[in-house]
């Protein structure tokens, strides 16, 4: 029972802490903004281990979790020291960084939306998340290396009506799938190349048609099914119509809530004519 | 209550016990046509063993058939040299570009993509992983180091681009100060990252795979890597990326993989890119440490590295003209001066450890040796662009950083130049390359990664070109005559990435080969099959075949046995070519027309594009720059699958 509390890595924490805090208790030479008094607590030095073993997926040696704890003292010896030295005024770095601190904040006043906001987003903005259509279809393919793969597929266009596709011969090996299932129309410009998706689309379906040109020649296409675009239930894309919202808000907020923190403030600008205070 | 349950477990036995009574007499004497509660059992309609080709055409088919498009290597602002570059965003506007929107890139030009891409994977630097927007934005953590401070005010006078390549230099020389690598700036960029990440994947439409780069850069010499991880926010956020300020020895980021797959139960990989920056580092036969390989050192790289990043940005790796004479396509967008930031030139002797034609040739000579081949990879191409835009196409490429986005400046531009200025690197030499092509089941994180893990994916420098690669015994001339050549390829070969072994008596390993040009692109010159083996003395040998052409009933084999160049319809003020030369499709059957089963031996199949405009005549055309001569105007885009490798039978 001893052995294993002695091998407690959270002891060693402990014990160090306070070590630490013997050493750093007393007080540095320097007089410093935080005072003059840095403890390392037990929770500062589980979360530099904390940090250590997640890089490292093992928990820090006592030589690895010294050196940072020391680095960690180091920067907090010259940040303190620094501030009392007043470095962070009037500095365009600290000024900046403040205030891009506040726009994080800003945006991140941006509550989380209610049902009702997310709803009216949503059927304001229905096309983001509308489905497009879908059509299933086979095709037979004429390359366009033929002289003339036009008048050939007109020509096999009766044997397919007649005898379905398994049809031996007169087509054209192609790298694209002879069957296609339920494809979106983008998928099917995005293999066929541009208009290929438009034209399917105006093929009755249940028939033997075509042909259809595409980039790489002609095709003989059957349409089995199409599927309508159609906006899915709104509770069936809630995470996208959140993702949507918050990148919709997020610039809105931070304008929003600027002109707010600036309506506390009366702005007057001296000196040069026709210059006005900004909004 | 109580007695429903009763009558469903009472059903379910019965059911059990019906159904091993059908079994039973089915395997027993099922010529009695026994009736049962299904029909009566006719032997005739038992389930045959052999395959035959079903009626239903979508049943059976669990081969992917459509390519998956996508970046595994895209820096956004969260990079350390990207911020620095003055690169403002973050990886959602590279998700929104990717999956196809309009975005205003760092330099306040509107860009959008030709054609949505399937996938992406933001792989930022681990390495300070957000603190250069902290040291842009003058964190005091870090403003109290000097140098941090002094590249701080480099950055805010304007001189971003000096203190990114400072940084670089000292990433390279282990003297980043510690502050940069503070933890607590890591974890809050990666945690914030992977929610992002987790917002923009769509499963079905539009793949985030979680990712970061490992950036091992010792003295200069690129070792980078990408890690990939198959799993979402809830496995990706139990670690800290595991940067090279832990460690630049790639042993060491493979335990770091292997704790993450034993901890969580995840899985990740991890992708070598610019072996042509690693001054012979990359495929050597020594490891970090320079000791000799062991089989544990390749049983490791083989399992955890399965792809290797062949072409991007900075340059191509494919081939050498100095490794490969005789091939005349060697030597594409070659970067070859010196290693990643020219702190050491090139020595000659060090180019057959960087490219990947002698890299997986030195696969079968370590494989001979260890029993186990360290570099048994596939290949894929990725752009490492710095912008947060996964650009890759020559009209429409938006350059390495966000200092190099398009201006009339840009190509001209020294964009490296060596200490002692013998050496420079200009704008003009960055490549708008590549794309990984992925034959996934399905657009998820699982089914892309598992494509990558076996394999079967290939290289693109940007032209979505569909290439197919099988490789088995029995192929032949009409196989590559059926509508549907990739049904044939599966159902009697292995596709790219596989393996074949056992070569049965007297026969040679036959491949189908195919290629469809990018349906807005150019036409297809050849498709070329690259050989590379083991002579019986232990020489590495390589050869490239020319299989199928364009324009073959004028184009033949001369007397050298070498194809003429197909010739060129670029008009280069104009930025225009046409598809009058070179066939949209090529498809044959090829048999290896110098086989012996004795000696290992790989293949894999590069694909030619017909000439187009190069991006630096698209930059000249629309700025009004005159480029000096040494200025590349056109190019010949490519495509490199995975290889399939043959092994005898020991």
Redesign the interface.
């Known amino acids: 029972m001893l052995g294993r509390l002695l091998r407690e890595p959270l002891l060693h924490f402990l014990l160090l802490g306070a070590v630490l805090f013997v050493i750093f208790g007393r007080g540095g030479p320097e007089p410093s903004a935080g005072g003059t008094e840095i403890v390392v607590t037990t929770t500062d030095i589980q ?1 530099i281990a904390a ?2 073993s ?5 928990p820090p040696s006592e030589n690895e979790l010294q050196g940072a704890i020391n ?1 960690y003292i180091r ?1 907090e010896v ?2 303190r020291t ?1 501030l009392s030295l007043g470095l ?1 005024k009037d ?4 000024r ?2 403040i205030r ?1 601190k506040m726009d994080f904040f800003l945006e991140d006043t941006v509550r989380e939306p209610d049902g009702s906001e997310l709803r009216a987003f949503f059927d304001a903005n229905a096309n983001k998340f509308r489905v497009e259509p879908r059509i299933s279809f ?1 095709q ?2 004429l ?3 033929r002289s003339n793969p036009k008048a050939d597929a007109e020509a096999l266009l009766p044997q397919l009506v007649a005898s379905g596709p398994n049809v031996e011969g007169g ?9 296609f ?1 339920l494809t979106p129309l ?2 099917i410009n ?5 208009g290929f998706a438009g034209e399917l689309s105006k093929v009755e379906s249940g028939h033997w048609a075509g042909p259809l040109k ?4 002609f095709h003989l296409v059957l349409v089995t099914a199409i599927e309508p675009s159609q906006l899915p239930p709104f509770e069936e894309v809630r ?2 119509v959140q ?1 949507e919202w918050f ?1 919709a808000r997020r610039a809105a907020v931070r304008d929003e809530q600027y002109q707010k923190l600036r309506a506390n403030y009366h702005v007057r600008v001296e000196g040069l004519n026709g210059v006005r205070a900004g909004q | 209550m109580r007695t429903s349950t009763a009558a469903i477990a009472a059903a379910i036995a019965a059911l059990v016990t019906l159904q091993s009574d059908i079994f039973a007499k089915a395997q027993g004497a099922s010529a009695t046509g026994a009736g049962t509660d299904i029909g009566t059992f006719y032997k005739d309609e038992e389930a045959p063993l052999y395959k035959a080709p079903g009626y239903s055409p979508y049943a059976g088919r669990n081969y992917p058939t459509r390519v998956l498009w996508g970046d595994t290597h895209l820096h956004t602002a969260n990079s350390l040299d990207a911020a620095a570059f003055g690169n403002t965003l973050g990886p959602e506007e590279a998700y929104r570009f990717a999956r196809g929107e309009e975005v205003l890139s760092a330099t306040d030009q509107r860009v959008k993509l030709s054609r949505p891409l399937d996938f992406l994977v933001v792989a930022d630097h681990a390495e300070a992983l957000g603190a250069t927007v902290e040291l842009k934005n003058g964190n005091p953590l870090l403003m109290a180091d000097p140098t941090l401070k002094r590249w701080h005010d480099m950055m805010a006078s304007g001189q971003g681009v000096d203190a990114a390549l400072e940084i670089i230099r000292s990433v390279g020389t282990g003297t980043t100060p510690k502050a940069m690598f503070d933890p607590r700036l890591a974890k809050s960029v990666w945690q914030a990252y992977t929610g992002t990440a987790e917002r923009y994947n769509d499963p079905g439409r539009f793949t985030a795979l979680i990712g970061y780069e490992w950036t091992s850069n010792k003295s200069g010499n690129n070792l980078h890597r990408v890690v990939i991880f198959r799993d979402g926010k809830d496995k990706a956020d139990l670690i800290v990326p595991f940067s090279a300020a832990d460690s630049e020895n790639p042993a060491k980021l493979w335990d770091f993989l292997d704790s993450y797959q034993d901890k969580t139960g995840g899985s990740i990989l991890a992708i070598p890119h610019n072996g042509n920056l690693s001054n012979g580092r990359m495929f050597a036969l020594v490891d970090f440490d320079g000791r000799g390989l062991t089989r544990e050192y390749a049983e490791t790289r083989a399992r955890l590295e399965p792809v290797y990043e062949v072409t991007q940005i900075k340059g191509d790796g494919e081939s050498h003209p100095f490794l490969s004479p005789n091939d005349e396509f060697a030597g594409y967008e070659l970067w070859d001066k010196g290693n990643l930031d020219l702190t050491e030139l090139k020595k000659p002797e060090m180019l057959q450890y960087e490219y990947a034609r002698q890299g997986l040739e030195l696969g079968l000579k370590l494989e001979k040796e260890l029993g186990v081949n360290p570099f048994k990879f596939g290949m894929i191409g990725s752009t490492d662009s710095h912008t947060s835009l996964a650009t890759a196409e020559e009209n429409n490429f938006f350059g390495k950083h966000s200092g190099a986005e398009p201006s009339p400046e840009r190509a001209l531009h020294p964009f490296m130049q060596s200490a002692d200025k013998s050496v420079t690197l200009f704008g003009w030499e960055m490549t708008a390359s590549g794309y990984a092509g992925v034959w996934a089941t399905d657009n998820t994180r699982e089914a892309i990664f598992d494509a990558l893990m076996r394999k079967e994916v290939y290289a693109t420098t940007g032209p979505r070109m569909i290439v197919r690669f099988f490789g088995g015994w029995d192929f032949n001339p009409a196989d590559a005559m059926t509508r549907s050549p990739a049904e044939v390829g599966y159902s009697k070969g292995v596709p790219m990435g596989g393996d074949l072994t056992a070569a049965p008596d007297g026969k040679a390993p036959t491949f189908l080969v195919a290629a469809l040009k990018d349906p807005i692109g150019a036409n297809l010159d050849r498709i070329q099959v690259v050989k590379g083996w083991q002579d019986a003395e232990g020489g590495l040998k390589d050869k490239v075949y020319d299989v199928v052409w364009g324009n073959a009933d004028k184009r033949k084999l001369g007397a050298d046995g070498k194809l003429p160049p197909v010739g060129s319809t670029v008009d280069v003020p104009n930025t225009t070519w046409t598809n009058t030369i070179g066939d949209p499709e090529l498809i044959t059957e090829w048999t290896d027309p110098d086989f012996d089963p004795k000696l290992r031996a790989f293949y894999y199949v590069r694909v030619i594009e017909i000439p187009t405009p190069r991006w630096t005549a698209y930059d000249a055309k629309k700025f009004g720059v005159s480029m000096p001569k040494e200025v590349p105007m056109t190019t010949q885009e490519r495509a490199y699958t995975s290889p399939i490798w043959y092994t005898p039978k020991s």
């Open positions: 979360r940090g250590f997640a890089t490292w997926q093992r680095d920067e010259l940040y620094g962070d500095d365009t770095i600290v900046r960084r891009q086979r037979v393919f390359s366009s290396k087509s054209d090996p192609l790298l694209l799938p002879e069957t299932g983008s998928q995005a293999q066929f190349g541009e595409s980039a790489y020649g995470d996208a993702r990148a």
